[in-house]
Each structure stands twice: as C-alpha cells, then as structure tokens.
C-alpha cells in the first residue's frame, strides 16, 4: 500500500460505485412496475463488464509494465457511459408514463428507484473518466 497513489483510491471509488449503479439497476428490474420488462443484457453487461475492467486494472497496474493495461480504465469508462445511456433508453417510456398518467406511490417509488440507478451509474462513468487520468501506483 506504500507504493499506492490518488489514483489507486480513486479507481476504488470508481469500482464501489460502479458495483453500487449495478446493484441499483438489479433492484429495480425486481420492482413491480418494471419488472415485466425484465434485465436488459446491454446494461447489465455493460457495467458488469465495466467492474471487471476496474478489477483487473487494480490487480494488474503496478505488479508489472503491461501496456495492453492503460486500455482499462478507458474502456469501463466507455462501458459505463454505454450502461448509463441504454439504461436510459430502457426506463424512459415507463417513466414518462409514470409521471403523466400511473402516478402512484408504488410507481414514483419505483420510478425513483430507476433514477437513482440512473444517476449512480453516470456518477460512476464520470469518476471513472477523472480516475483513468491518474497513475494507480506511484513509480
């Protein structure tokens, strides 16, 4: 941990917050209004495999000079941002149908649910692009 930057607490952040969005999205394809419409792959996979990207960017940077490892972070940045905006796309008729004509308590519920998700995961996509700026160890 001596050998450790910014960068490294940063890319932690990153990964629990990414995990954090991902979570959120899962619960909200359990709620009951958009459950029928099921888990899309695209999401999922998406900040699923953004997770991965950080993991093995954290186990890998440091140890050895791999270059193939810079690409990373880039890329759970760009998965994220893909996970953010299909999440949009998937949750953007129901909620527009929430707010206009189903506005319940059980639906704004879940309706918030859906936009906390949302947002969790453009936070994640954000502070992944600030952390891939950073070295994860000092030289």
């Keep these: 941990m001596k050998n450790k930057s910014a ?3 940063m890319t932690i952040i990153t990964l629990i917050v990414s995990v954090v969005g991902l979570v959120a999205y899962l619960v909200n394809t359990g709620t009951s209004y958009f459950s029928n419409l099921g888990v899309s792959p695209v999401v999922a996979g998406c900040a699923g495999a953004a997770v991965a990207a950080l993991l093995v960017y954290l186990i890998v940077d440091g140890k050895s000079n791999q270059t193939w490892a810079d690409i990373l972070p880039v890329a759970a940045s760009a998965l994220l941002m893909i996970s953010a905006i299909m999440l949009v796309s998937v949750r953007v008729a129901g ?32 502070l992944s692009i600030v952390s891939s700026f950073f070295d994860v160890s000092k030289e």
């Design 7 to 9: 960068g490294f607490l």
């Design 95 to 126: 909620i527009a149908s929430i707010m206009t004509f189903e506005n319940n308590a059980s639906n704004m519920s879940d309706m918030t649910g859906a936009i906390i998700a949302i947002a969790v995961l453009l936070v994640a996509a954000i």
